[in-house]
């Protein structure tokens, strides 16, 4: 290593407290001298003048002394040292390099020559070798504590090299440059004060110290005082023109003080005075990377890779800056150099400094590409530092990174053996364990790093992911998502996660505005347009969703996600033909794109093409890490092509990874219906309406499956649930888009039962189960023969009152289906269900007194357990009485007992309505829609809101989709003039006048 370079590396100083930049460095005080002969009186005059720190004087007297006797090594070194401190590079390398190639240590005067010699080489541990044997030989010479002390506090042990100089001021009080180093000591140990003391006492001596005024200058800065700060180093300045740390700090100063012009030519001043030192243009290049200045801060720093090596801290701040601009080359190079400069370090600080270095290098070589070369430092590093969990995480993550986890796993876990509460391991062990699908036990990681670091927002980040992805759980996953964006504002993929977060919790507006900040932020745009696409889709504005497809397709043509979602979009708009041209864009640029295979399938099944729908879905649960959707609708597609054995296995599959997952639960209970396993259907069909939400077809379901068990009482009651959520529900059969086939009807199948239901007559339930096929069927008149032959049997059978009700409503006998819903309610207050169907037969018919009488009347039986229907009751009725701030209470109170009542949301959205703030409404409509997509009512409600905010395009679409899933006949007509209302008004608007935009 050149003399050069470590004689830069020697002495240097923060000025990080000035203005929150950098490390600059400052020149190494002068080293002392030996003996000599004639020449010794020069040689002792020039002693007395360095120590002085009159330097000019001390170079005229060394000179002297060597040319009078050039064989006076001793003099070299002592002159190296003034040449040091007067900025004179080449001169002070060739004094180095002629000392220490001649120079013969044999008494204490000459071990502290070499000393100093090797001081300025930066030989460190030879210095501190020399400097301890001369004082072995002479425990009071003056120049070896000094040498001693600058030594130590090279090494970062201020306290000893105070006491070393305080032990030479005591034995030569007159000595200035040591009560200088005694100053730049009681700087380091964090005693500006005492510091300004001892230069104070310098100047006293000498009043032309520069030295000391620009440790001044560094000090009044320290304490914002930037007057005196720049007068200070104006001084060092005037009497050393050439001082380069001078015009550094004064720069620096300027920067602070909003003078930059000035703060531009000090920079250039000190790269004049020494171009060979790298501490100016280091300088300079922070300064102007943190003033946006990117590309000229680096070329900065690329002028540095030429010269000779920087310290460490500077070559680690400016390989970090590389990294930052993806320079890895220039960033492996910088951090090599960090590595030799830690190389020269004392012992106690090495190990720590080369392990960063070779940290900064392995992340260089991952940003190129080669790993192994990353994997080969990091292991070193480990080995430098086997104490440190920061090291052992790094390399975990390579490993991880390299998709070698049980060595990934091994380093983190020996990461958080060595500090459990180390954050960062626990966040990258979460993220292994995520990778594994071992969700609780990611969970717990992510939780534990939250607890040591309640501020590391990767973790909250991390959580949030897991609650959202593995467990469903969105609000738990906006509240981390939340959090991680208040810690970090700027990340682009927090704000993402957000938005999407938002939009599966259904706060659509609040996803868009997410979705759009991450954009600005610079998040991956196909993505972000893809969820924005969603996330309009979801409120209906079909027109903004399809855009959000086209800028996202502008940004990456290639993305098979993007056309997936098209497609989906196109399915959910009943346009399968269309979905299916979408679908086959992005399987075919990209064959292993799951939902696109899962998609299409659904488009075919929609289509009534089984076939295909059953090897689109098997290609989807093949390739979906998680394919418990695509089991479930293979088990669908599989149902309805007449397989049910094969349906059976492919819900049972699906069910091994959540077996309360509820679409998998109903298809396997219709299944288990096509075998004509009734106990099985029955209890898997029981489940899923336990679970929740709760749907008339599976309600319907399992009034067939008990009639087929002979459990009459159980049957009629999931009849008379089913027409309570849907009164024109008709077959229990879920198809997939396409109508129902023949005989799949509720009074179909119970025909089926017919001689069974005879046999079994004297149950009077029997009755009830025969009069509900013949409701479900339209025979109201017999129905109602059926209904009263059972009151006939038992005059108290609250079930045949509620029966005989729907009957006569339904025949618009409005008085005596109240009539029967009363006795019902006398004989069994404790019945929701009896409640609910008088509740809405009195708000229906207006008499919102008595109907609110009994809905509180009702949640008073229930008790503590209410029932979420209860309260949508009580919210409809306020909301006919124009009561709706009440409403709203109820059905807040029903979505926070039920998130999923579709109804509830629904009701909201008609408060929202009533107060004409229609995007509010508008979102909740969509809630529900989300929850019910089947459901005309909800479609209508939200095309209403778009026609009141000028809408009328999206306004047209929901009317055509309610008309889509429309199942009441008289309501066909109605539909059509809507949507050809809509049309028309989106005709008459001005060509530049988008329609609601």
Same mark, same amino acid.
């Given at each position: 290593?050149?003399?050069?370079?470590?004689?830069?590396?020697?002495?240097?100083?923060?000025?990080?407290?000035?203005?929150?930049?950098?490390?600059?460095?400052?020149?190494?005080?002068?080293?002392?001298?030996?003996?000599?002969?004639?020449?010794?009186?020069?040689?002792?005059?020039?002693?007395?003048?360095?120590?002085?720190?009159?330097?000019?004087?001390?170079?005229?007297?060394?000179?002297?002394?060597?040319? =009078? *006797?050039?064989?006076?090594?001793?003099?070299?070194?002592?002159?190296?040292?003034?040449?040091?401190?007067?900025?004179?590079?080449?001169?002070?390398?060739?004094?180095?390099?002629?000392?220490?190639?001649?120079?013969?240590?044999?008494?204490?005067?000459?071990?502290?020559?070499?000393?100093?010699?090797?001081?300025?080489?930066?030989?460190?541990?030879?210095?501190?070798?020399?400097?301890?044997?001369?004082?072995? #030989?002479?425990?009071? @010479?003056?120049?070896? !504590?000094?040498?001693?002390?600058?030594?130590?506090?090279?090494?970062?042990?201020?306290?000893?090299?105070?006491?070393?100089?305080?032990?030479?001021?005591?034995?030569?009080?007159?000595?200035?440059?040591?009560?200088?180093?005694?100053?730049?000591?009681?700087?380091?140990?964090?005693?500006?004060?005492?510091?300004?003391?001892?230069?104070?006492?310098?100047?006293?001596?000498?009043?032309?110290?520069?030295?000391?005024?620009?440790?001044?200058?560094?000090?009044?800065?320290?304490?914002?005082?930037?007057?005196?700060?720049?007068?200070?180093?104006?001084?060092?300045?005037?009497?050393?023109?050439?001082?380069?740390?001078?015009?550094?700090?004064?720069?620096?100063?300027?920067?602070?003080?909003?003078?930059?012009?000035?703060?531009?030519?000090?920079?250039?001043?000190?790269?004049?005075? =020494?171009?060979? +030192?790298?501490?100016?243009?280091?300088?300079?290049?922070?300064?102007?990377?943190?003033?946006?200045?990117?590309?000229?801060?680096?070329?900065?720093?690329?002028?540095?890779?030429?010269?000779?090596?920087?310290?460490?801290?500077?070559?680690?701040?400016?390989?970090?800056?590389?990294?930052?601009?993806?320079?890895?080359?220039?960033?492996?190079?910088?951090?090599?150099?960090?590595? +030799?400069?830690?190389?020269?370090?004392?012992?106690?600080?090495?190990?720590?400094?080369?392990?960063?270095?070779?940290?900064?290098?392995?992340?260089?070589?991952?940003? !190129?590409?080669?790993?192994?070369?990353?994997?080969? *430092?990091?292991?070193?590093?480990?080995?430098?530092?086997?104490?440190?969990?920061?090291?052992?995480?790094?390399?975990?993550? #390579?490993?991880? @990174?390299?998709?070698?986890?049980?060595?990934?796993?091994?380093?983190?876990?020996?990461?958080?053996?060595?500090?459990?509460?180390?954050?960062?391991?626990?966040?990258?062990?979460?993220?292994?364990?995520?990778?594994?699908?071992?969700?609780?036990?990611?969970?717990?990681?992510?939780?534990?790093?939250?607890?040591?670091?309640?501020?590391?927002?990767?973790?909250?980040?991390?959580?949030?992911?897991?609650?959202?992805?593995?467990?469903?759980?969105?609000?738990?996953?906006?509240?981390?998502?939340?959090?991680?964006?208040?810690?970090?504002?700027?990340?682009?993929?927090?704000?993402? @996660? #957000?938005?999407?977060?938002?939009?599966?919790?259904?706060?659509?507006?609040?996803?868009?505005?997410?979705?759009?900040?991450? !954009?600005?932020?610079?998040?991956?745009?196909?993505?972000?347009?893809?969820?924005?696409?969603?996330?309009?889709?979801?409120?209906?504005?079909?027109?903004?969703?399809?855009?959000?497809?086209?800028?996202?397709?502008?940004?990456?043509?290639?993305?098979?996600?993007?056309?997936?979602?098209?497609?989906?979009?196109?399915?959910?708009?009943?346009?399968?033909?269309?979905?299916?041209?979408?679908?086959?864009?992005?399987?075919?640029?990209?064959?292993?794109?799951?939902?696109?295979?899962?998609?299409?399938?659904?488009?075919?099944?929609?289509?009534?093409?089984?076939?295909?729908?059953?090897?689109?879905?098997?290609?989807?649960?093949?390739?979906?890490?998680?394919?418990?959707?695509?089991?479930?609708?293979?088990?669908?597609?599989?149902?309805?092509?007449?397989?049910?054995?094969?349906?059976?296995?492919?819900?049972?599959?699906?069910?091994?990874?959540?077996?309360?997952?509820?679409? &998998?639960?109903?298809?396997?209970?219709?299944?288990?219906?096509?075998?004509?396993?009734?106990?099985?259907?029955?209890?898997?069909?029981?489940?899923?309406?336990?679970?929740?939400?709760?749907?008339?077809?599976?309600?319907?379901?399992?009034?067939?499956?008990?009639?087929?068990?002979?459990?009459?009482?159980?049957?009629?009651?999931?009849?008379?649930?089913?027409?309570?959520?849907?009164?024109?529900?008709?077959?229990?059969?879920?198809?997939?888009?396409?109508?129902?086939?023949?005989?799949?009807?509720?009074?179909?199948?119970?025909?089926?039962?017919?001689?069974?239901?005879?046999?079994?007559?004297?149950?009077?339930?029997?009755?009830?189960?025969?009069?509900?096929?013949?409701?479900?069927?339209?025979?109201? +008149?017999?129905?109602?023969?059926?209904?009263?032959?059972?009151?006939?049997?038992?005059?108290?059978?609250?079930?045949?009152?509620?029966?005989?009700?729907?009957?006569?409503?339904?025949?618009?006998?409005?008085?005596?289906?109240?009539?029967?819903?009363?006795?019902?309610?006398?004989?069994?207050?404790?019945?929701?269900?009896?409640?609910?169907?008088?509740?809405? !037969?009195?708000?229906?018919?207006?008499?919102?007194?008595?109907?609110?009488?009994?809905?509180?009347?009702?949640?008073?039986?229930?008790?503590?357990?209410?029932?979420?229907?209860?309260?949508?009751?009580?919210?409809?009725?306020?909301?006919?009485?124009?009561?709706?701030?009440?409403? &709203?209470?109820?059905?807040?109170?029903?979505?926070?007992?039920?998130?999923?009542?579709?109804?509830?949301?629904?009701?909201?959205?008609?408060?929202?309505?009533?107060?004409?703030?229609?995007?509010?409404?508008?979102?909740?409509?969509?809630?529900?829609?989300?929850?019910?997509?089947?459901?005309?009512?909800?479609?209508?409600?939200?095309?209403?809101?778009?026609?009141?905010?000028? @809408?009328?395009?999206?306004? &047209?679409? =929901?009317?055509?989709?309610?008309?889509?899933?429309?199942?009441?006949? *008289?309501?066909?007509?109605?539909?059509?003039?809507?949507?050809?209302?809509?049309?028309?008004?989106?005709?008459?608007?001005?060509?530049?006048?988008?329609?609601?935009?």
């Amino acid at each position: 290593m050149s003399t050069a370079r470590m004689a830069r590396h020697l002495d240097k100083i923060p000025l990080l407290f000035l203005a929150g930049f950098c490390l600059v460095p400052v020149r190494p005080a002068p080293a002392e001298a030996a003996t000599g002969t004639k020449a010794r009186e020069f040689y002792t005059q020039g002693m007395k003048f360095y120590r002085r720190g009159e330097f000019k004087d001390a170079l005229t007297a060394l000179s002297s002394a060597i040319s =009078d *006797d050039s064989r006076l090594l001793a003099a070299h070194a002592a002159r190296a040292q003034v040449r040091h401190a007067m900025g004179d590079r080449s001169g002070m390398l060739y004094d180095i390099g002629h000392g220490l190639k001649e120079l013969r240590a044999r008494d204490a005067e000459a071990l502290t020559a070499r000393g100093n010699l090797r001081l300025l080489s930066g030989d460190l541990a030879g210095a501190l070798s020399d400097f301890e044997k001369a004082l072995s #030989l002479d425990a009071e @010479h003056v120049d070896a !504590l000094v040498g001693r002390g600058k030594a130590r506090r090279a090494a970062g042990e201020p306290k000893a090299a105070i006491a070393d100089f305080q032990k030479a001021l005591k034995l030569a009080p007159a000595y200035l440059l040591a009560r200088y180093h005694l100053g730049r000591a009681l700087f380091d140990s964090g005693q500006a004060a005492a510091a300004k003391k001892e230069f104070t006492g310098v100047l006293n001596g000498n009043r032309e110290f520069a030295l000391a005024y620009a440790m001044l200058g560094v000090i009044f800065a320290a304490e914002g005082d930037s007057s005196r700060a720049t007068a200070a180093y104006s001084k060092a300045i005037l009497l050393q023109p050439e001082y380069s740390f001078a015009f550094l700090g004064r720069a620096i100063v300027y920067i602070k003080s909003g003078k930059g012009l000035l703060s531009d030519k000090d920079f250039e001043s000190a790269i004049r005075s =020494d171009p060979d +030192d790298y501490a100016p243009l280091y300088n300079r290049g922070e300064i102007r990377i943190r003033r946006g200045e990117v590309e000229s801060g680096l070329a900065d720093f690329r002028m540095t890779l030429k010269l000779d090596l920087p310290d460490h801290p500077a070559a680690m701040g400016m390989g970090k800056r590389f990294m930052e601009a993806a320079q890895y080359n220039e960033a492996a190079r910088m951090y090599t150099k960090a590595l +030799d400069a830690a190389k020269t370090l004392a012992p106690a600080r090495r190990p720590e400094a080369v392990s960063e270095a070779l940290l900064g290098r392995a992340r260089s070589f991952q940003g !190129l590409g080669s790993d192994e070369k990353a994997l080969g *430092d990091l292991t070193e590093a480990v080995k430098t530092s086997s104490g440190s969990p920061h090291l052992w995480t790094a390399r975990g993550n #390579l490993y991880l @990174h390299m998709n070698q986890d049980p060595k990934a796993l091994t380093d983190f876990g020996q990461a958080v053996a060595l500090n459990m509460y180390y954050a960062p391991a626990l966040v990258a062990r979460g993220t292994l364990r995520l990778k594994q699908k071992a969700y609780q036990e990611a969970l717990k990681d992510f939780s534990a790093a939250i607890h040591a670091d309640p501020n590391l927002a990767e973790a909250y980040d991390s959580r949030g992911y897991v609650y959202a992805e593995a467990f469903e759980d969105f609000d738990k996953a906006v509240e981390d998502f939340t959090k991680a964006v208040s810690l970090k504002r700027g990340e682009p993929d927090y704000r993402f @996660h #957000l938005g999407r977060g938002r939009l599966r919790q259904g706060r659509y507006w609040e996803a868009i505005e997410s979705l759009r900040h991450a !954009l600005a932020l610079k998040a991956p745009a196909d993505q972000v347009h893809r969820y924005l696409a969603e996330a309009f889709f979801s409120l209906g504005d079909v027109t903004q969703a399809q855009k959000e497809i086209e800028y996202g397709l502008k940004e990456n043509p290639k993305s098979s996600e993007l056309y997936s979602t098209l497609g989906f979009l196109r399915l959910r708009m009943r346009a399968a033909p269309q979905a299916i041209r979408e679908l086959d864009e992005a399987i075919s640029r990209d064959r292993r794109n799951p939902k696109a295979f899962l998609y299409r399938g659904l488009a075919y099944g929609s289509l009534g093409e089984y076939r295909r729908a059953i090897s689109d879905l098997s290609e989807a649960a093949d390739l979906d890490p998680r394919p418990i959707v695509a089991r479930t609708l293979l088990c669908h597609a599989r149902r309805l092509f007449h397989e049910p054995k094969r349906a059976l296995s492919a819900c049972n599959e699906a069910l091994v990874s959540d077996p309360e997952f509820v679409p &998998a639960l109903v298809q396997r209970g219709l299944a288990y219906m096509a075998v004509g396993d009734f106990n099985r259907a029955a209890k898997d069909l029981g489940d899923a309406d336990r679970i929740g939400p709760r749907f008339p077809q599976v309600l319907l379901a399992r009034s067939i499956t008990h009639a087929a068990l002979r459990q009459y009482k159980q049957a009629d009651r999931a009849y008379r649930e089913a027409i309570s959520l849907d009164p024109l529900i008709k077959s229990a059969d879920i198809t997939m888009g396409e109508d129902p086939g023949p005989g799949s009807d509720f009074h179909a199948r119970i025909q089926e039962m017919e001689k069974q239901l005879d046999r079994d007559g004297d149950d009077p339930y029997t009755y009830l189960v025969r009069g509900d096929a013949l409701h479900n069927a339209g025979h109201f +008149d017999r129905a109602i023969i059926e209904f009263t032959r059972a009151m006939e049997y038992d005059a108290k059978l609250t079930a045949a009152y509620m029966a005989r009700a729907a009957a006569l409503e339904a025949q618009n006998s409005l008085d005596g289906a109240e009539q029967d819903l009363r006795r019902a309610v006398q004989l069994d207050a404790s019945d929701p269900l009896t409640y609910n169907i008088l509740i809405t !037969l009195l708000t229906a018919r207006g008499k919102f007194p008595d109907a609110l009488a009994f809905s509180i009347q009702a949640l008073k039986a229930q008790g503590k357990d209410p029932s979420p229907e209860t309260y949508i009751k009580a919210g409809n009725i306020r909301y006919f009485m124009k009561k709706s701030d009440l409403a &709203a209470d109820n059905y807040k109170q029903a979505i926070k007992i039920s998130p999923l009542e579709a109804a509830a949301h629904n009701g909201l959205g008609l408060c929202e309505f009533s107060r004409k703030r229609f995007k509010e409404a508008i979102e909740d409509f969509s809630r529900a829609i989300e929850l019910h997509p089947d459901y005309d009512r909800f479609y209508r409600n939200r095309a209403s809101a778009y026609v009141n905010l000028g @809408h009328f395009e999206n306004a &047209a679409s =929901d009317y055509k989709l309610a008309l889509a899933v429309n199942s009441d006949p *008289d309501m066909v007509g109605e539909y059509q003039r809507l949507i050809e209302n809509s049309v028309s008004r989106i005709n008459s608007l001005p060509p530049d006048k988008p329609a609601g935009k």
